[in-house]
């Protein structure tokens, strides 16, 4: 299990750009696949986007395909969802989470062990 820590948070207006961060504690980061799921006010959690350990496999939600990249750099223990083209939809709590099985991408939030605390990010129209 890992520490994590989401930053980048903000009140942006719709059409905007943000990236998040997810910084990780500990020395097995890089044998994690990482993930980001949000939650907005009265719905249910979803998921965004996920990346295995090596950023060979990737996978997104269909509301975010063309618009969120997920990234990550194993040196800096850090895990990155760019966000392009906002949408007011968007806005929600955004949750950072590892699973230990470094070669998944999956959408299953089952599979997540460690998760942040979330950074909010609220689009405006």
């Known amino acids: 299990q890992v520490q994590l820590v989401e930053s980048g948070g903000g009140v942006v207006q719709a059409g905007d750009s943000l990236t998040l961060s997810c910084a990780a504690s500990?020395?097995?980061?890089?044998?994690?696949?990482m993930a980001w799921f949000r939650q907005a006010p009265g719905k249910e959690r979803e998921f965004v986007a996920a990346?295995?350990?090596?950023?060979?496999?990737?996978a997104s939600a269909e509301s975010v395909k063309g618009r969120f990249t997920i990234a990550r750099v194993n040196a800096k223990n850090t895990v990155y969802l760019q966000m392009n083209r906002l949408k007011t939809e968007d806005t929600a709590v955004y949750y950072c989470?590892?699973?230990?099985?470094?070669?998944?991408?999956?959408?299953?939030?089952?599979?997540?062990?460690?998760w942040g605390r979330g950074t909010q990010v609220t689009v405006s129209s």
């Open positions: 989470a590892a699973n230990p099985n470094r070669y998944d991408a999956t959408t299953n939030p089952i599979y997540y062990n460690s």
């Open positions: 500990g020395r097995a980061f890089s044998s994690h696949s």
């Open positions: 990346i295995s350990f090596n950023s060979a496999n990737t």
